[in-house]
């Protein structure tokens, strides 16, 4: 089973910068996709940002030019620096990886998707 434990969240003025981090543990094969979503109160969960195994991002437009999505494929992390923060960008902030797995039967592998448990982000005004 692969999991994904995140940490970086907290409260900080608007303005401000936060980096949030993503630890995938596991039996990973490969990560295909490493990806930031959030949710605020009261609305659906979006994407944020995106980045594939060969490094290529992608951003939400409300997100671009103020936040930076990274990846360390060598320790299967992820890492969002977010900077210039407005009140709208408070949210619970998830980790989402999606890649393969090893299985007991050499050359055979398993597609997973996983998600992170969250972690609060809170931007005061």
């Known amino acids: 089973q692969v999991q994904l434990v995140e940490s970086g969240g907290g409260l900080v003025q608007a303005g401000g910068s936060l980096r949030l981090s993503c630890a995938a543990s596991?039996?990973?094969?490969?990560?295909?996709?490493m990806a930031w979503y959030r949710q605020a109160p009261g609305k659906q969960r979006e994407l944020v940002a995106v980045?594939?195994?060969?490094?290529?991002?992608n951003y939400a437009d409300s997100v671009k030019g103020r936040f930076t999505i990274s990846r360390d494929n060598a320790r299967n992390m992820v890492y969002l620096q977010m900077n210039s923060l407005k009140a709208e960008d408070t949210a619970v902030y998830y980790c989402?990886?999606?890649?393969?797995?090893?299985?007991?039967?050499?050359?055979?592998?398993?597609?997973?998707?996983?998600w992170g448990q969250g972690t609060l982000v809170t931007v005061s005004s």
């Open positions: 980045i594939l195994s060969g490094g290529t991002p």
């Open positions: 596991g039996t990973i094969f490969s990560i295909d996709a």
């Open positions: 989402n990886a999606a890649g393969n797995t090893a299985t007991l039967v050499p050359g055979r592998y398993r597609n997973f998707e996983v």
